[in-house]
């Protein structure tokens, strides 16, 4: 069940009518469940309670600070791939030992940041960055603790831009060659190797891939303890799909089944990284239509949100179900394509989408908007970002504002040579 429901023919965001909310908030705008991200986080949490697993929420998902603050506050830590986003996290105050580093391309100063702040762990992508973290904490007189991102090479079934398990992939070091990279990392004097992590994908529907590679990064675990290379973490990474239209999304107890056959979490510590399971369906993002253009084949509603507001469908060619704030009962149905004003053919928003009759003016929700929506908005064309509404019973905040045109200017400057 989610907090999106119709009470009197008008969508409501948990007790709060979507109609209230734009009569003080220009459209377009993020609107998210309290109630709706405490439920997902709450009932993952409780799948897992038996097994030693500690959750760090992926916060390039949506890294609002309201929406980082929430998880913490339930006791997530922080899965994080860049200097901001460790500032963000630790603004909010999830502490340090709490935070895990991932990503392929961590450069020279945002790991002396991540060393200097003493973070739980670095995941390491590739030999040449061991070298660099290695020289990093020599140079800060540290011992950084570390551990490896191995690629399992493994197919998974999600679209090609989100896989991220094959060898073909820019991810992870490759099993079992990394072996040897583990051997020199133990002897090197600046670092300390605490663990393993994989993350296959993202929007997995099918646990399989996922089990097969749980099994290899166990086997690599219990080969490198057999070494003497005394591993005591499993990041086992994200990848949770969520249903946007009519997929059917792996369940919590599945997830923790397939833990429980595949890792020994009586002996080591399993660490979980999801970002889009905790918060896609707990957001919408709220348009207006502008226009209704008939082209002789098609017929476009041109809203006023955009793919900078929301870029998984032209990036992704990702479905998202759109409906009217306000139902209109009637039989008589009809195909658009809802696109923005952007000036490329590449902005749509939806395609085919079946509406009753829609008029300029009306309020539109796009569905399952919570992850990796604002938090992958631009300016492009120009356009200021959007607001962010975090709502909770009945009650909404502005969790980000929209700022004005004099904000999104006066980072620039014209040359010395042209004043
Ligand atoms: C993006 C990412 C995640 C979260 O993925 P979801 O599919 O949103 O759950 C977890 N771990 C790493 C290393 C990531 O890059």
Redesign the pocket.
């Known amino acids: 069940m989610d907090y999106f429901n119709y009470k009197n023919g008008i969508l409501h965001v948990e007790d709060l009518s979507i109609n209230n909310i734009a009569r003080s908030i220009e459209t377009p705008f993020y609107c998210y469940s309290s109630t709706s991200m405490r439920k997902n986080y709450n009932d993952l949490s409780n799948s897992l309670s038996k097994l030693n697993t500690s959750i760090f929420y ?1 916060i ?2 949506n890294s609002n600070l309201a929406i980082i603050k929430l998880f913490s506050d339930l006791g997530a830590g922080a ?1 994080v ?1 860049s200097e901001g986003e460790i500032r963000r996290a630790l603004k909010v105050g999830i502490p340090n030992n709490k935070i895990i580093f ?1 990503g392929v391309g961590k450069t020279k100063k945002e790991i002396s940041f991540a060393l200097n702040k003493e973070i739980l762990q670095i995941n390491i992508e590739s030999e040449s960055e061991l070298e660099l973290i290695n020289q990093t904490a020599l140079e800060l007189n540290k011992k950084a603790n570390v551990a490896f991102r191995i690629n399992p090479d493994i197919e998974v079934n999600t679209h090609e831009k989100i896989t991220t398990g094959k060898k073909e992939n820019k991810f992870g070091i490759p099993w079992p060659e990394a072996k040897e990279v583990f051997i020199k990392a133990s002897k090197m004097k600046n670092i300390n190797v605490i663990g393993l992590a994989i ?1 296959i994908g ?2 997995l529907l099918d646990l399989s891939p996922l089990e097969k590679a749980f099994k290899i990064v166990m086997d690599a675990t219990n080969e490198l303890l057999e070494l003497g290379i005394n591993v005591k973490n499993i990041d086992l ?4 799909g969520v249903k946007y239209v009519d997929e059917k999304p792996p369940n919590f107890n599945d997830y923790a089944d397939i833990i429980k056959k595949n890792i020994d979490y009586e002996n080591m510590n399993i660490f979980i ?5 905790l918060v896609a369906n707990a957001g919408i993002l709220v348009t207006k239509v502008i226009y209704v253009k008939n082209n002789g084949k098609k017929t476009f509603l041109i809203v006023d949100a955009a793919m900078n507001d929301l870029l998984r469908p032209s990036l992704y060619d990702a479905v998202h179900q759109i409906k009217p704030i306000q139902v209109r009962e009637s039989k008589n149905k009809k195909s658009f394509d809802i696109v923005g004003p952007i000036c490329e053919s590449g902005d749509i928003l939806a395609k085919n989408i079946m509406l009753d009759e829609i008029l300029p003016e009306e309020l539109l929700s796009i569905h399952s908007a919570g ?1 990796y929506g604002s938090a992958m908005s631009s300016n492009y064309n120009s356009r200021l970002l959007v607001p962010e509404i975090l709502v909770q019973n009945r009650d909404f905040a502005i969790i980000r504002k929209r700022p004005t045109y004099d904000e999104m200017l006066k980072i620039e400057k014209l040359a010395k040579w042209q004043v």
């Open positions: 992926a390039k998902a899965d791939v991932s993350h993202s929007q990474g994200g990848g949770l990284e999801p970002g889009r399971r992850a």
